[in-house]
């Protein structure tokens, strides 16, 4: 049972839940699963010891499909709360803000120096006490590609095969085969089979 002033951690776990805001306090009991050594461990393993890598990665992540990818430097606020799918690809520099969960899909392709943060903070700076903030669930599907220094905001989810444009700040939903580019993000195009032929000698 909480002591005093010490918050209920099943409470403060139902809060976060709901995307409520919380504070630094409230969830100082998370500490202890953050995994910032095997992060720095894997940020410092050379490039020849593969399987190091692997077996960090396994010990890092929630979960990690078959040939996933992560060139280092990465970082995570916990990693335990990041799951990727098969062939996975991040490029260096990717930031994952996993106080509540990632979840990326098969074949996900994702360029240097993107944020994927599922937690934003109060607008008004007198809610902005201890560090408080809101978490909400990233979801990532199929076949995505993420350009390099794009922003995934909490709460959103990516549809299968969509691209994300370079340096978009993806603040809602976007729809599956579709090109999304901007700050806000917003849908450019849908991709057709008119793509297929892009930049090749059929398409010339």
């Known amino acids: 049972m909480p002591h005093g002033d010490e918050p209920d951690e099943q409470e403060v776990l139902n809060r976060i839940g709901q995307g409520l805001v919380y504070s630094e306090s409230d969830a100082a009991f998370k500490n202890p699963q953050r995994r910032a050594d095997l992060i720095f461990q894997y940020n410092q393993t050379p490039p020849s010891e593969e399987a190091k890598q692997a077996e960090l990665l396994v010990a890092i992540f929630g979960s ?11 970082s ?18 990717l930031a ?32 902005r006490f201890d560090h408080s903030r809101f978490s909400e669930p990233i979801t990532i599907e199929d076949r995505v590609w993420i350009g390099s220094n794009a922003v995934i905001l909490p709460g959103v989810h990516i549809g299968y095969g969509s691209v994300i444009g370079a340096g978009s700040v993806v603040s809602h939903d976007i729809p599956e085969m579709v090109v999304a580019v901007g700050v806000p993000c917003r849908v450019l195009r849908p991709i057709t089979d008119a793509d297929l032929r892009t930049r090749t000698a059929a398409g010339q």
């Open 64 to 74: 990690v499909g078959e040939r996933a990818i992560l060139n280092p430097p990465f």
């Open 76 to 93: 995570a606020a916990f990693g335990g709360n990041v799951h990727v799918g098969d062939d996975f690809y991040g490029n260096v520099n």
């Open 96 to 127: 994952f803000v996993d106080d509540v969960e990632i979840r990326i899909g098969n074949g996900v392709m994702i360029a240097p120096n993107v944020t994927l943060t599922t937690t934003g903070h109060p607008v008004h700076p007198a809610r």
